[in-house]
C-alpha cells in the first residue's frame, strides 16, 4: 500500500486567481505534483504567461468571475481543452479597505462580494455538476482568511465577512456532496506578503510591526500555502472534507 501519493497526476485543475502571487505559487505546487492546469484570471495575457512557465500541459482561461451566467462555459472550455476539471482551487479574492464603515458603499459590498464569495459558490457549483453528471469524485479547495474568525481590521470588515461566509459555505458544500464523493476544504492564510497587505505606502517600521504579531516571527510568502493547498486537493487528504487549515504562523490559534 503506498501512503505517500498526490495522486494529482494527470488531473485537470482550474486555480482561480491563478495568475496572482499566491496562485501562481499554487499553480507550480500542482504542476509539480504532474496536475494539468487551467490558469484563470482576468488577464488573457497573465494567464498565458503563468501556464507558458509552468510548461505545454497547462493552458490560460480569461475569465470574470463576476460574470455568474458564464462560469459553466467557462467549466466547459477548460473541458474541452483539458478535460474534465477535478480540482478546482478558488483563491481569486479582492480587497477594498475603508476603515470607516458609515462610509462603505454598496458598490463596495457588492464587488467583493460577487468576487469572494458568489462567484466561489457558483463556480464550485458548475464543476460539481460535471463531477456529479458524470460520477466522478472530485475536490475542491476554497481561500478563506484568518478574518473569517478575526472579523477584520483595518478596513477589512466587508472582505473578511465574505471570508467568514466562504468558511461555513465550505462546511455545508461538504456535507451536501460527499455522498457524490466531492470533498470541500479551505486554506485560511494569516498575513502574506502580497500586494493586498503591502501597498506602496507600507513602511518597513510597519511590516516589522506586522511580522512581530506573529508567533513564528514573519510574514506569510506565498509558497508558504502550496503544501496545504496541495494536500487538501489530494489523495493524501482522502478523509478530509469540511475542513479549513489555518495557515498564519501562528497569528490565529483556534
Request: aromatic residues 6%; hydrophobic residues 45%.
Amino acid at each position: 500500500m503506498t501512503h505517500l501519493s498526490w495522486g494529482l497526476k494527470d488531473r485537470t485543475v482550474i486555480i482561480t486567481g491563478g495568475a496572482g502571487a499566491i496562485g501562481r505559487a499554487v499553480a507550480e505546487g500542482f504542476a509539480e505534483a504532474g496536475a494539468k492546469l487551467a490558469i484563470v484570471d482576468l488577464d488573457q495575457s497573465a494567464c498565458d504567461r503563468t501556464a507558458t512557465a509552468l510548461g505545454p500541459a497547462h493552458q490560460g482561461f480569461a475569465a470574470n468571475l463576476r460574470d455568474i451566467p458564464a462560469l459553466p462555459g467557462l467549466v466547459a472550455r477548460i473541458e474541452a481543452s483539458l478535460g474534465l476539471p477535478t480540482v478546482l482551487v478558488n483563491v481569486a479574492g479582492i480587497i477594498l479597505r475603508n476603515p470607516d464603515l458609515l462610509s462603505i458603499t454598496p458598490e463596495e459590498w457588492d464587488a467583493q462580494h460577487d468576487v469572494n464569495l458568489k462567484a466561489v459558490f457558483f463556480l464550485s457549483q458548475a464543476v460539481a455538476a460535471r463531477l456529479i453528471a458524470t460520477g466522478t469524485p472530485g475536490s475542491i479547495v476554497n481561500y478563506s482568511s484568518q478574518g473569517w474568525m478575526s472579523g477584520g481590521y483595518e478596513g477589512s470588515v466587508v472582505y473578511n465577512a465574505t471570508k467568514g461566509a466562504v468558511t461555513t459555505m465550505t462546511r455545508g458544500m461538504a456535507r451536501a456532496w460527499a455522498p457524490k464523493g466531492i470533498r470541500v476544504n479551505a486554506v485560511a492564510p494569516g498575513l502574506v506578503e502580497t500586494p493586498m497587505l503591502v501597498t506602496p505606502d507600507t513602511t518597513p517600521e510597519r511590516l516589522a510591526q506586522l511580522a512581530s504579531s506573529i508567533p513564528l516571527g514573519r510574514l506569510a510568502q506565498p509558497q508558504d500555502h502550496v503544501g496545504a493547498t496541495v494536500f487538501l486537493a489530494s489523495d493524501m487528504a482522502a478523509y478530509m472534507t469540511g475542513a479549513t487549515l489555518n495557515v498564519s504562523g501562528g497569528f490565529l490559534m483556534y
